[in-house]
């Protein structure tokens, strides 16, 4: 599967932005979708993931309440609106994809795609 994310900008503290990643090449609805982000000079972090049905979803503590995940199987697309924005979530943004079924999939996931950059300023 081939993901492609965007969205990504220069937004003050606490604006918004969204953040689509559109997939081709496979069934996207046999997927379990997610982002992760990196900021410069630390590691790769969870962000969130989805259900391939999009009933379950997951997110890392530092976003919980903030940011909402989403997908539309129709369109092959996952979302990632993005609220109250900090400067600490400046980073890069990456989509992940994993067709596995029982995954710890905040260590990671099989597909990755380009990431997207977001600047949070103070």
């Known amino acids: 599967v081939q993901l492609q994310a965007s969205g990504g900008g220069l937004v003050q503290a606490g604006g918004s932005l969204r953040l689509s990643c559109a997939a081709s090449g496979r069934t996207f609805s046999n997927y379990v979708m997610g982002w992760f982000r990196q900021a410069p000079g630390k590691e790769r972090e969870f962000v969130s993931t989805?259900?391939?049905?999009?009933?379950?979803?997951d997110y890392a503590d530092s976003v919980k309440g903030r940011f909402t995940i989403s997908r539309d199987n129709a369109k092959n697309t996952v979302y990632l609106q993005m609220n109250s924005l900090k400067p600490e979530d400046t980073a890069v943004y990456y989509c992940?994809?994993?067709?596995?079924?029982?995954?710890?999939?905040?260590?990671?996931?099989?597909?990755w795609g380009k990431g997207t950059q977001v600047t949070v300023s103070s």
């Open positions: 989805i259900s391939r049905s999009g009933g379950i979803t």
């Open positions: 992940a994809a994993d067709p596995s079924v029982y995954k710890a999939y905040r260590y990671g996931m099989d597909y």
